[in-house]
Nanobody
Framework: QVQVVESGGGLVQPGGSLRLSCVASGDIFSINDVGWYRQPPGKQRELVATIATITSGGNSNYADSVKGRFTISRDNAKNTVYLQMNSLKPEDTAVYYC????????????????WGQGTQVTVSS
């Protein structure tokens, strides 16, 4: 089993900043691409940002709506993914989910998607 836990959400005023963290634990053999997604109220889940492994180039990808404001990063030694969110806007209000593509030690033949429970981000004055 691989567990994924997000933290760092909360209430922030427009223009403010938050840093989300996502820690993966359990029977991890390897972690491949990781990303952040969000689900605004009444809407579908959408991609925020992804980052590839270093061996794959370490490239990051962002939704147009967050480019220049959000930064995704990873600490492989800690099995942790971060999302630094600056210049937050009310439309960034959503539940933010971390996605880990990982290979479990229980079966190294396959890669699976693992999701956290989500962390609420509310941007409001």
């Amino acid at each position: 089993q691989v567990q994924v836990v997000e933290s760092g959400g909360g209430l922030v005023q427009p223009g403010g900043s938050l840093r989300l963290s996502c820690v993966a634990s359990g029977d991890i053999f390897s972690i491949n691409d990781v990303g952040w997604y969000r689900q605004p109220p009444g809407k579908q889940r959408e991609l925020v940002a992804t980052i590839a492994t270093i061996t794959s180039g370490g490239n990051s990808n962002y939704a147009d709506s967050v480019k220049g404001r959000f930064t995704i990063s990873r600490d492989n030694a800690k099995n942790t993914v971060y999302l630094q969110m600056n210049s937050l806007k009310p439309e960034d209000t959503a539940v933010y989910y971390c996605n880990i593509k990982a290979v479990s030690e229980r079966d190294i033949r396959y890669e699976y998607d693992y999701w956290g429970q989500g962390t609420q981000v509310t941007v409001s004055s």
